[in-house]
């Protein structure tokens, strides 16, 4: 391509051959026909780069960066980002399944209200018990699009809070918005979570779409939900690293999510040191 294409969709996976295919089609299938689609393979050992060679072989706009090295998805989103040539930034799981409009309906409502991320509602679907049918955001009943604020996005990351999961949502991003700003290494779970954070604080608004237009697969492969010791300590460690805060409502919000996630840390140092039988530490 010549000219720059409107969006950029960033597709990280490790070992998803399974779903990829018909992850990367539902891009491609998009009514937004000027993207790219940046697959970003995590050092795969199953059929994964092969699969994706085999989609980019037809279609032009795909590309596929394969990595010798297993170094996490947010390390490998990053490769990703530092290709992208898009006015707009998507994020796709390689196991998930968008909508065929919804890039350029996203995308047209972001540039309508004037803001730099735009989200949708998602839908679960997928092998797990109580995966199919339910909405992250239907407990808001949103009837129409709404800005949402940065203490609410931070304090739904607090496991007491009633408020969805902010942090699955898979929004589209100005790139001039994104600029240098990149997933952090450590994290291996809630890095989605902490760079939109992170933009908001610098003050990018986030739209919010009540319609469902992502569909997210639950299986026995997903990692999002699986904690440890590791993750829970990067997760702390990111959140004491993220720039100052703007308002009191969003330092309220992260002494919550700081002492739900030290909750979270000794219990996780509980298991550990019980299959390890450290009956001291226990």
Excluded: C
Excluded at 62 to 68: D, H, N, Q, T, Y
Excluded at 76 to 94: K, Y
């Amino acid at each position: 391509m010549t000219a720059p294409p409107a969006v950029s969709v960033i597709m990280a996976n490790h070992r998803g051959a399974a779903h990829m295919g018909r992850a990367m089609a539902s891009v491609l299938a998009q009514t937004e026909r000027r993207l790219e689609l940046i697959l970003a393979d995590d050092a795969s050992n199953d059929d994964s780069v092969a699969v994706a060679h085999r989609v980019a072989a037809g279609d032009p706009r795909v590309r596929v960066i394969a990595s010798a090295r297993n170094a996490g998805p947010a390390a490998t989103r990053n490769l990703a980002l530092e290709a992208a040539r898009g006015t707009w930034i998507a994020i796709v799981d390689s196991d998930d399944l968008i909508h065929p409009e919804r890039l350029s309906r996203l995308i047209a409502a972001a540039e309508d209200a004037g803001v730099d991320m735009a989200a949708d509602d998602l839908v679960h679907f997928g092998e797990v018990p109580d995966a199919g049918g339910r909405t992250l955001l239907q407990s808001m009943a949103l009837s129409a699009p709404v800005v949402l604020d940065p203490a609410s996005f931070l304090r739904s990351n607090d496991g007491t809070s009633s408020l969805p999961r902010f942090g699955y949502l898979k929004p589209v991003i100005r790139r001039s918005a994104l600029a240098g700003a990149r997933y952090d290494p450590g994290l291996r779970i809630g890095e989605d979570h902490d760079l939109i954070m992170r933009l908001m604080i610098g003050g990018a608004r986030l739209l919010l779409l009540p319609d469902p237009l992502y569909a997210y697969r639950r299986h026995g492969g997903s990692i999002s939900h699986r904690l440890s010791v590791d993750a829970v300590e990067a997760m702390l460690q990111a959140l004491r690293a993220l720039p100052p805060l703007p308002d009191a409502g969003t330092r309220a919000a992260a002494v919550a999510v700081e002492r739900q996630l030290r909750r979270m840390l000794r219990y996780e140092r509980l298991v550990a040191d019980i299959k390890a039988r450290r009956w001291r530490g226990v």
